[in-house]
């Protein structure tokens, strides 16, 4: 059974960082695509970063881009968002999905982070 499970979130002051990562267990995949996903209270998610399986493509939302950077590291099966310069506006929970192939998609439990202002 897949398996993806997030950590890294938490509280942090604006302008500070924070690492998220999304490790998937129970499969190995070898063709994928990975993005990460938000939703703040009272929102709509929100796409804000995708990869490709062999990191030649990234993908970010304007919001974002400049701030965050998305990686993955093949060998250990696992994803990472490097988020900084954080705003309020940042504050939501944070889901990765794994897209193995077309109509096939997993999702992670999600991870809050939280800004100060």
Not at 44 to 67: C, H, L, M, P, Q
Request: proline letters at 2%; hydrophobic letters at 35%; aromatic letters at 12%.
């Amino acid at each position: 059974q897949v398996q993806l499970v997030e950590s890294g979130g938490g509280l942090v002051q604006a302008g500070g960082s924070l690492r998220l990562s999304c490790k998937a267990s129970g499969h190995t995949f070898s063709n994928y695509v990975v993005a990460w996903y938000r939703q703040a209270p009272g929102k709509d998610g929100e796409f804000v970063a995708a990869i490709n399986w062999n990191g030649a493509n990234t993908y970010y939302a304007d919001s974002v881009k400049g701030r965050f950077t998305i990686s993955r590291d093949k060998a250990m099966n696992t994803a990472y968002l490097q988020m900084n310069s954080l705003e309020p506006e940042d504050t939501a929970v944070y889901y990765c999905k794994y897209v193995v192939a077309q109509g096939v998609s997993y999702w992670g439990q999600g991870t809050q982070v939280t800004v100060s202002s």
